[in-house]
């Protein structure tokens, strides 16, 4: 359990997480999640580092359809909503006081025809991983789950279990304090390391422009440049996180995506999953 203070009456930024719901438009349709901070907090409400990652996966980069996704500390399931979306079969992850809330919203945003492709299940990190077959997942999505130290190790150890050799982890977050960058040390020292170059692509994030980071894959030192931290790790040295909201920004990253990493990104012969 952790308390963070803070004065309501100057949170401005705050108010957006007391509306009831938030809308969205994703795959081409309209997505509706409901919200509930008084009752559940911090797990309840659609975080920008969310949208962020809805907004990657739905531009195509990586490929989705027919691949086992895991996300976790999914709250109001936003990013395993698009997942199942477009075509991935997810796991979509929270604690067990989350859950109905987490599957309300799931039920509720997903046709008939794609609810069976997503299943909402209970993951505390590092308890009963057993539950989980080792390696089972293609990609680990996580958005704005690095902020309590306290879950750093545990939450290593599940990603760790999760992952096979050719398993891809993205991750969306905002790095709040030196705790939060003290968890890129511990995850390179474990996963490929990644160079993480500024990107001048942005992305409308609740009527405001966030600026968003590029990550290319290889070994070198993760470096930030901008509010927001995106980046992806790889149990292999070919994976690699673009931002491009521009078509003739993203064209030209996808040549460059393809030179270095291979067959990952949508759209080539041979991708895994």
């Given at each position: 359990?952790?308390?963070?203070?803070?004065?309501?009456?100057?949170?401005?930024?705050?108010?957006?997480?007391?509306?009831?719901?938030?809308?969205?438009?994703?795959?081409?349709?309209?997505?509706?999640?409901?919200?509930?901070?008084?009752?559940?907090?911090?797990?309840?409400?659609?975080?920008?580092?969310?949208?962020?990652?809805?907004?990657?996966?739905?531009?195509?980069?990586?490929?989705?359809?027919?691949?086992?996704?895991?996300?976790?500390?999914?709250?109001?399931?936003?990013?395993?909503?698009?997942?199942a979306l477009l075509g991935a079969h997810v796991t979509i992850t929270d604690r067990k006081v989350a859950l109905d809330f987490l599957k309300s919203n799931v039920q509720a945003n997903l046709p008939p025809h794609i609810q069976p492709k997503a299943v909402v299940?209970?993951?505390?990190?590092?308890?009963n991983l057993g539950s989980f077959s080792s390696g089972e997942f293609d990609l680990i999505l996580g958005a704005d789950i690095i902020y309590l130290e306290e879950t750093f190790t545990d939450l290593l150890q599940t990603l760790e279990h999760l992952c096979s050799?050719?398993?891809?982890?993205?991750?969306?977050?905002?790095?709040?304090?030196?705790?939060?960058?003290?968890?890129?040390?511990?995850?390179?020292?474990?996963?490929?390391?990644?160079?993480?170059?500024?990107?001048?692509?942005?992305?409308?994030?609740?009527?405001?422009?966030?600026?968003?980071?590029?990550?290319?894959?290889?070994?070198?030192?993760?470096?930030?440049?901008?509010?927001?931290?995106?980046?992806?790790?790889?149990?292999?040295?070919?994976?690699?996180?673009?931002?491009?909201?521009?078509?003739?920004?993203?064209?030209?990253?996808?040549?460059?995506?393809?030179?270095?990493?291979?067959?990952?990104?949508?759209?080539?012969?041979?991708?895994?999953?």
């Amino acid at each position: 359990m952790a308390l963070v203070p803070y004065e309501e009456a100057a949170a401005v930024g705050l108010q957006k997480f007391h509306k009831p719901v938030a809308t969205f438009s994703f795959a081409d349709r309209t997505i509706r999640i409901r919200q509930d901070w008084r009752q559940l907090g911090v797990a309840a409400v659609v975080w920008d580092a969310a949208v962020v990652l809805a907004a990657y996966l739905e531009m195509g980069a990586v490929e989705l359809r027919g691949r086992a996704a895991v996300e976790l500390g999914a709250g109001t399931g936003l990013v395993g909503i698009v997942a199942a979306l477009l075509g991935a079969h997810v796991t979509i992850t929270d604690r067990k006081v989350a859950l109905d809330f987490l599957k309300s919203n799931v039920q509720a945003n997903l046709p008939p025809h794609i609810q069976p492709k997503a299943v909402v299940k209970e993951l505390t990190w590092g308890q009963n991983l057993g539950s989980f077959s080792s390696g089972e997942f293609d990609l680990i999505l996580g958005a704005d789950i690095i902020y309590l130290e306290e879950t750093f190790t545990d939450l290593l150890q599940t990603l760790e279990h999760l992952c096979s050799n050719h398993s891809v982890i993205l991750l969306a977050c905002r790095i709040r304090y030196e705790r939060d960058s003290n968890f890129l040390a511990m995850l390179e020292r474990q996963f490929t390391a990644l160079t993480r170059i500024p990107s001048p692509s942005l992305v409308n994030v609740r009527k405001k422009d966030v600026e968003i980071t590029c990550t290319l894959g290889g070994r070198g030192t993760l470096t930030e440049a901008g509010p927001f931290w995106a980046f992806a790790l790889s149990s292999v040295p070919d994976s690699g996180l673009i931002h491009k909201r521009e078509n003739q920004l993203k064209n030209r990253f996808r040549g460059e995506m393809r030179s270095c990493f291979g067959p990952l990104f949508h759209g080539e012969s041979g991708a895994q999953g």
